[in-house]
């Protein structure tokens, strides 16, 4: 997509999604989430749980 001139490493998550993130912060950038440095945690713990989707349901990423 950067290639095609679609977005560039610098265009906002808020840009990109039509959806609204209240919880993450509205300056980050599509590089901030391809370089891990978003700041948006890591969730699921291995060392505690087996199954990825027991975490949904305590944090669920869905919501109408």
Request: charged share 25%; net charge negative.
């Amino acid at each position: 997509m950067v290639q095609a001139g679609r977005l560039s490493f610098d265009t906002k998550l808020t840009n990109c999604l039509p959806i609204s993130f209240p919880h993450f912060h509205e300056e980050i950038t599509i590089n901030h989430l391809l370089t891990h440095t978003s700041g948006i945690p890591d969730y699921f713990d291995e060392d505690v749980m087996e199954d990825f989707e027991e975490l949904w349901v305590e944090k669920p990423m869905y919501f109408l």
